[in-house]
Structures are given as C-alpha cells and as structure tokens.
Nanobody, 126 residues
Framework: QVLLVESGGGLVQAGGSLTLSCAAS????????MGWFRQAPGKEREFVAA????????YYADSRKGRFTITRDNAKNTVYLQMNSLKPEDTAVYYC???????????????????WGQGTQVTVSS
C-alpha cells in the first residue's frame, strides 16, 4: 500500500505560480511511476504530468507543456508540480497518483494508477 498526501494548493491570481507537493509513504518510492491529474467541477479527471521512477522520463499534457514542470526527489519520497503562468481554467482539484514501474504502461492514463491522494484545491482568479 502507498499513501499519498498532496499539499501546496491554494488561491492565486492569474499569471501567478504554485508548487504542489506529494509526499509518499508505505513502499519504496523509487519503484513507482508518479503522475499528477486534475478534476474541475463537472468534468472528468484529466492528465497533467507524469514522471518515471528515476526522473529521467517526463510526460505532459500538450496544453500544460512549458508552463508546468514535474520533478521528484526520491530521497524525500516526494514528487512536485511547479505551475507557472496560471490561468483561471487551471482551477481544479489536483491529484497525485502512483503505480509500480512494472505496471506503469500508460503514464498519461488515469487507469494506469492504483494509488491516489486525496487531492488539493487550486483556484486561479482572473
């Protein structure tokens, strides 16, 4: 079992920045591929970014590439999502997800992840 706890969400003005953190516990963190997803009210959960166990492979949704950066620190069992130039349409609950590397076949698909955090709210005002 992997326990994921997100933090760092909040209210920010358009054009601002936030860094989300996801702390993992319970298993060897470096054995897991990690992802960030988000869900706005009335919409499906959508892919934001993902990172391989080593950090050597990163994946982004096209609309977020260039504004968002995913990184991880295996020594701290933590994955980060740096978000810049935020827009009101980035408003959503952001979720961290994890899956064992051997089963992490589609990093962009929410169905590739077995473990999820409780989410952290990000609100971008115009």
């Amino acid at each position: 079992q992997v326990l994921l706890v997100e933090s760092g969400g909040g209210l920010v003005q358009a054009g601002g920045s936030l860094t989300l953190s996801c702390a993992a516990s319970g298993r060897t963190f470096s054995n897991y591929g990690m992802g960030w997803f988000r869900q706005a009210p009335g919409k499906e959960r959508e892919f934001v970014a993902a990172i391989s166990w080593s950090g050597g492979g990163t994946y982004y949704a096209d609309s977020r590439k260039g504004r968002f950066t995913i990184t991880r620190d295996n020594a701290k069992n933590t994955v980060y999502l740096q978000m810049n130039s935020l827009k009101p349409e980035d408003t959503a609950v952001y979720y961290c997800a994890a899956q064992q590397t051997t089963s992490w076949v589609s990093p962009r698909s929410r169905y590739s992840y077995n473990y999820w955090g409780q989410g952290t709210q990000v609100t971008v005002s115009s």
